[in-house]
């Protein structure tokens, strides 16, 4: 069993920053890919980025590449998300999860297997 627990969303102009924390318990948590999901009313929950165990392979969506960044600290057991160039339309619930291999997209979502309860972001213009 794996316990995670999101943190650091909030409300932020456009333009501006967030870092969002995702604090694991229980299970190896250097054994597990970590992934990032975010789900806006209305919509269905999509992929943002994934960091597998080592940090070695991380896969983006393509609508935050080059403004979203994944890491992870296992000594820490948190991965992170630091986000910059904020837009209103990343206004969503964030979540974290986990998955025993490395998938990146939303295709691979069912496969995560413990998940966060969501942390709220909301971009204003």
């Known amino acids: 069993q794996v316990q995670l627990v999101e943190s650091g969303g909030g409300l932020v102009q456009a333009g501006g920053s967030l870092r969002l924390s995702c604090a694991a318990s229980?299970?190896?948590?250097?054994?597990?890919?970590m992934g990032w999901f975010r789900q806006a009313p209305g919509n269905e929950r999509e992929f943002v980025a994934a960091?597998?165990?080592?940090?070695?392979?991380?896969g983006y969506a393509d609508f935050v590449k080059g403004r979203f960044t994944i890491s992870r600290d296992n000594a820490k057991n948190t991965v992170y998300l630091q986000m910059n160039s904020l837009k209103p339309e990343d206004t969503a619930v964030y979540y974290c999860?986990?998955?025993?291999?490395?998938?990146?997209?939303?295709?691979?979502?069912?496969?995560?297997?413990?998940w966060g309860q969501g942390t709220q972001v909301t971009v204003s213009s």
């Open positions: 229980g299970r190896t948590f250097s054994s597990y890919t």
């Open positions: 999860a986990t998955a025993p291999e490395f998938y990146s997209g939303t295709y691979y979502l069912r496969l995560y297997e413990y």
């Open positions: 960091i597998d165990w080592s940090g070695g392979n991380i």
